[in-house]
Every structure is written in C-alpha cells, then in structure tokens.
C-alpha cells in the first residue's frame, strides 16, 4: 500500500501531489495499492489543513487526541477515522502486509506529526491503525 500522493495523484490537502521518484524506483515491479485516506473518507481536494490536538495517532484511537483544521477549528476526527478505516479495508482485501506512507501528515505520519502547529515525534491516524493490526508502515524519507 503506498499513500496516492507519492504516486503522484493530485490529493494532498493543497491539491499538489508528491510525486517521489524514489518511492517509484523502489516500487518498480511490485504489486501496489494506492491510498489517500483523507480522500477516501470523502474531504474535498484541496481541503483546509489539519493538525492533531492533544497528542498523536495512537491517543486519537484512545480517544484523548483530535484531528482539527488549523484555522476554522472544524473537528475532522471522525473523517479521518473513516478513512483509516477504509485503507485497513483495503489492506485486508488485498492481503498488504507493508504500507508506504507519506511522512508528516496526520494521517499517514509514522515518524513525525503535527500536532497543534508543531513538528513532533509520533504517527497519524492511519499509521497507528495499521500498525495495530500488524501491518508494517514506513516512511517516504526513508527510502
């Protein structure tokens, strides 16, 4: 599974891709399911940012962290869990044991997040689900 954006689909928050050649050597030959859980939860292309509050990935399952957009203050934790529960989904029906994901985003972080505006150690939303259920994710930058 690798996050849509690297691949090279217009579908980050501001409508850019992140096209990464190096994702896509290192694909070259294998099997891969692209995901943009922001996308698939249904937000909008571009949609405003979002940061988390309170904490990472892991304590928005606990529920002691939220995923709110930085200007309007628009709680977006239910889309985002939506949409991390659509790439497990995904990763179960086509058997993905390891997810190549978008470093930073609150989604699909696995080093670093934003959380309220600052740069932190931790994982997104989707990240922490899928490492819950024993799927393998690594980062793009470390490749």
């Known amino acids: 599974m690798v ?49 988390l509050r309170g904490g990472t990935g892991v304590d928005v399952w606990a529920g002691q962290a939220r995923a709110v957009e930085r200007e309007a203050r628009t709680d977006r934790t239910e889309d985002f869990q939506r949409g991390a529960r659509l790439a497990l989904d995904a990763a179960r029906r086509f058997d993905v044991t390891v997810a190549l994901l978008k470093e930073k985003s609150p989604s699909c972080g696995s080093q670093r997040v934003y ?29």
Do not use: H, W
């Open 3 to 51: 996050s849509a954006c690297l691949l090279g689909e217009a579908c980050r928050y501001d409508g850019r891709s992140q096209r990464s050649e190096r994702v896509l050597a290192a694909l070259e030959g294998k099997a891969v399911v692209p995901i943009c859980p922001e996308v698939a939860s249904g937000l909008p292309i571009p949609r405003p940012p979002v940061d």
């Open 115 to 143: 959380e309220s505006g600052v740069l932190r150690s931790g994982e997104g939303i989707t990240t922490a689900l899928l490492r819950a259920e024993d799927i393998t994710v690594v980062s793009d930058e470390e490749l």
